[in-house]
């Protein structure tokens, strides 16, 4: 069964640090990869997608991942956080040409401060 | 606003007693997942419709659960005999017709279970 893997629980950052957060699958085919937010009170939304080509993907709000096969990683980073980037971040995973079914991490909580 | 919309946003229950829930997915998306959250963890597949047929369904899923989605465009979970387990967020999304370019799930505001 496939699986996902996000170590860091909770990160707490000062604002303009820089972020990255791990995110690894367990599965042996071709993937789709996700990274979703959910800001708080808010809905969870999707962030960015990687689905095949550049490995590098950008996303909305400055936010990037890098796709890297051999690791069965993708993990997500922005080089200088904002206070408003406090949320909590699920990364999550398809296999390739098949939505009928996602798996998702167990969610990290950031938390800028001011 | 995704415009998935849930139904009751919240539901306290006693054990025991039946559930049901109501999702309303974006107009004209034919693509409608249900998942459960609960704290501390992601969201969790239970499953998926295409149209009105449940192509997908959890392991997980007990026989306790069961969804429709009888005319392609909302969907019902409902919860027989509850269980203080049971006791979660349950989350509906979305997605376009394939081919579309637009693989994104919209996710609603979930319903919050509870189970005395």
């Known amino acids: 069964a496939q699986s996902v893997s996000q170590h860091n629980h909770h990160v707490i950052l000062s604002e303009a640090a820089s972020l990255e957060l791990g995110c690894n699958y367990s599965y042996g085919g071709t993937v789709n990869l996700f990274w979703y937010v959910q800001y708080p009170g808010q809905h969870l939304q999707l962030l960015l997608k990687?689905?095949?080509?550049?490995?590098l993907v950008k996303g909305i709000k400055g936010f990037e991942a890098e796709f890297i096969k051999s690791k069965f990683s993708f993990n997500l980073r922005k080089p200088s956080v904002q206070w408003s980037d406090t949320a909590e971040y699920f990364c999550?995973?398809?296999?390739?040409?098949?939505?009928?079914?996602?798996?998702f991490g167990s969610g990290t909580k950031l938390n800028v401060k001011p | 606003d995704t415009g998935v919309s849930q139904d009751p946003r919240h539901k306290i229950t006693k054990r025991g007693q039946n559930v049901t829930f109501r999702c309303d997915p974006i107009s004209e998306h034919n693509r409608l997942y249900w998942y459960r959250q609960t704290l501390g963890q992601g969201p969790e597949f239970l499953t998926y419709?295409?149209?009105?047929?449940?192509?997908?369904k959890s392991r997980l899923l007990s026989d306790r659960f069961s969804a429709e989605r009888p005319k392609g465009s909302f969907s019902t979970l409902e919860i027989q005999r509850t269980e203080q387990g049971d006791s979660a967020m349950y989350l509906c999304a979305s997605m376009d017709k394939a081919g579309r370019g637009s693989d994104t799930q919209y996710f609603g505001p979930g319903t919050r279970l509870t189970v005395l």
């Open positions: 990687y689905f095949s080509g550049d490995p």
């Open positions: 999550a995973v398809s296999r390739v040409y098949n939505f009928n079914k996602f798996y």
């Open positions: 419709f295409q149209n009105e047929a449940q192509l997908e």
